[in-house]
């Protein structure tokens, strides 16, 4: 009997087709399908599994040494790209493409909120005021700088181009423009392009190249009255440094679904920076149906392409903890 543990949060017809799936690639092979929250996985349970559908704690792989398959429900991997944390062998695949449209919606809900005051206004709302907040911009004219062009950044900046504006993609490797840029860099031409923005969008993953990539230095190229989002890793972007520019009035807002400590601390600075929108690491998360039909179906794809013996989609680079790279016209 083949295991499978599945922690994706699967509806009664995901568990049918997932099943279907496994049965239809392996023809006779028997599989015994585990169903169970993050929460409640043990070590007992990825110890036997031969394929793992969806996230477990990473030091409870260390002994699995039956995983052939590690499918992640999340686009970011660094946790499980630790050496020692993979057991020789396993194959590990993220779940990029899944959820592009939820956050790049997010982003652009934080763009017009931050841009058209509507933050100050509901301030103003609970505290019984009719007061007007002045002046606010618009995204037709402006200049956005795209950091990450996966399925998130790539998603983001085709909505900020169709609304007029003027659209700068920094990406880790050489690749063709797609129609939706206005320009294409790689990261090392990012400082001289900070200046130029308006709007600084981040969607890069967890780690040691990305960490602390947009400080206190990096902050102070950019644009007065400049927007700053960060939908990617909290290690991103120093606390106090984001603190210290919004209360500078350097940045003219910014809007961040990750902290760099989460759960963020009831006494952190952050909660009282002026002009800062932030949720807690929701702007994906299964809140909308479509990430989790998406999730299902990358993961019955991998079953079935380990199973047949073929290549896997969304495989995680362990150097680079990205999906890997496969050619030009690839985004990262």
């Given at each position: 009997?083949r295991?499978?543990?599945?922690t994706i949060?699967?509806?009664p ?5 997932l099943?279907?799936?496994?049965s239809?690639a ?11 929250s993050q929460k ?6 990825v110890?036997?599994?031969?394929f ?6 990473p ?6 040494r039956?995983l052939?398959?590690?499918q ?12 020692g ?18 956050i790049?919606e997010?982003m ?12 100050r ?7 019984h ?14 200049v956005?700088?795209?950091?990450g ?11 900020m181009?169709?609304?007029?504006s003027?659209?700068i ?6 690749a ?10 790689q ?8 200046g130029?923005a ?16 947009l400080?206190?230095?990096c ?10 989002l960060n939908?990617?890793r909290?290690?991103?972007?120093p ?6 520019a ?5 940045l ?17 600075p952050?909660w ?10 929701v702007?994906?998360?299964?809140h ?12 019955a794809?991998?079953?079935?392409a380990?199973?047949t ?7 995680v680079d ?8 496969c050619?030009p016209?690839?985004n990262d």
């Open positions: 009997m295991e499978i543990l599945v949060p699967a509806e017809q995901h568990k049918i087709y099943e279907h799936a496994a239809e392996a023809g006779s092979d028997e599989f015994h399908f585990t169903y169970v409640d996985v043990t070590q007992e349970m110890e036997r599994s031969e793992i559908l969806g996230n477990v704690k030091e409870y792989l260390k002994s699995a039956n052939k398959l590690m992640l429900d999340s686009a970011g991997a660094a946790p499980y790209i630790v050496p944390i993979m057991p020789a062998g396993a194959q590990l695949a993220n779940a990029t493409g899944a959820y592009g449209l939820a790049s997010y652009l809900g934080a763009v017009l909120m931050l841009m058209k005051k509507l933050d206004y509901y301030k103003n709302m609970e505290s005021e009719w007061k007007d907040e002045g002046k606010v911009n618009s995204i037709m004219n402006s956005t700088l795209v950091i062009l996966g399925d998130i950044g790539g998603q983001f900046a085709r909505k181009h169709a609304l007029g003027h659209v993609g920094v990406r880790r490797n050489r063709k423009r797609p129609d939706y840029l206005d320009e294409l860099h990261m090392d031409e990012l400082d001289h392009l900070l130029r308006d709007i600084v969008a981040c969607s890069l993953p967890g780690t040691p190249e990305t960490e602390h990539l400080n206190r230095e902050i102070d190229r950019m644009k007065d009255g400049a927007l700053l939908v990617g909290g290690s991103l972007i606390t106090e440094d984001l603190v210290n919004l209360r500078s009035g350097k003219g807002g910014a809007a961040i679904d990750v902290a760099e400590q989460e759960p963020l601390p009831k006494d952190s952050l009282d920076a002026p002009n800062l929108l932030i949720t807690p690491h702007s994906g998360n299964y909308m149906q479509q990430i989790l039909e998406t999730v299902v179906e990358i993961a794809e991998n079953l079935k380990v199973l013996g073929c290549k896997i989609e969304n495989e362990f150097q680079t903890g990205y999906r890997k790279f050619g016209e690839d």
